[in-house]
């Protein structure tokens, strides 16, 4: 009888299953299982794009916990980022929510910033057990979540691309940054040792689409 093979993703999981939750089970570790099945890359969080320098000195932190410098500004997108957590968004999700959330906030979408958190870098920085609201498809984080756990950062605007890619390097982060305008951005390769690329899309609904979202 042939042996099937164990696909190589399945087994980085396992792994990582039987060194983190040894000793408990855990809601993180059902929605790590369920990014598995959805074959979810990574987990999204939307924000100004003017937040970086902010992010990569501090993380991504509840709004109770954020700290400013003198004269520094933060722009709130209260869609994921919340007082007491942090959601974040499947990467399978068709964005229905923000950008109908967007729209009614009348938020700069030229601002956008679009911010790829590998999950399982996240689960191994995070003490907290995670909460998903499956019909949003959206994982609650009760604490800061570490920059080290950014896998990439996409903007929509070109001109400040190499001031955050300076920030990064002097962070001495492992974070790849994109460009992106209403196009979808390539070269997004999988944390893992299956190598394939990945695309993820900001283009924006249709203008009906939002009519009736409004409706």
């Known amino acids: 009888m042939k042996?099937?093979?164990?696909?190589?993703?399945?087994?980085?999981?396992e792994d990582f299953f039987n060194s983190l939750f040894l000793m408990n089970k855990s809601e993180k570790?059902?929605?790590?299982?369920?990014?598995?099945?959805k074959d979810v890359s990574f987990f999204l969080f939307y924000t100004d794009y003017r937040?970086?320098?902010?992010?990569?000195?501090?993380?991504i932190t509840q709004l109770k916990n954020i700290?400013?410098?003198?004269?520094?500004?933060?722009?709130?997108?209260s869609y994921l980022q919340h007082d007491e957590s942090v959601d974040l968004?499947?990467?399978?999700?068709?964005?229905?929510?923000?950008?109908?959330?967007?729209?009614?906030?009348?938020?700069?979408l030229e601002n956008l910033c679009v911010i790829g958190i590998d999950p399982l870098k996240l689960a191994e920085q995070t003490v907290n057990d995670w909460v998903y609201d499956s019909s949003l498809k959206l994982v609650s984080v009760h604490e800061?979540?570490?920059?080290?756990?950014?896998?990439?950062?996409?903007?929509?605007?070109?001109?400040?691309?190499k001031n955050i890619e300076q920030m990064v390097k002097m962070a001495d982060l492992d974070i790849d940054v994109y460009y992106g305008n209403n196009a979808e951005i390539k070269r997004l390769?999988?944390?893992?040792?299956?190598?394939?690329?990945?695309?993820i899309t900001i283009t924006q609904p249709r203008e009906e689409t939002k009519e009736k979202d409004n409706g």
């Open 3 to 13: 042996k099937k093979k164990r696909n190589p993703n399945s087994l980085v999981y």
């Open 29 to 37: 570790k059902k929605i790590l299982k369920l990014a598995q099945k």
């Open 51 to 59: 937040n970086i320098l902010n992010i990569i000195e501090n993380g």
């Open 67 to 77: 700290n400013l410098s003198k004269d520094e500004t933060y722009y709130v997108w």
């Open 89 to 108: 968004e499947l990467d399978n999700s068709s964005r229905a929510y923000f950008w109908k959330w967007a729209t009614d906030a009348h938020v700069k």
């Open 144 to 161: 800061t979540i570490p920059a080290e756990s950014i896998a990439w950062i996409m903007i929509r605007r070109e001109k400040p691309l």
């Open 189 to 199: 390769k999988r944390r893992s040792p299956k190598k394939r690329e990945d695309t």
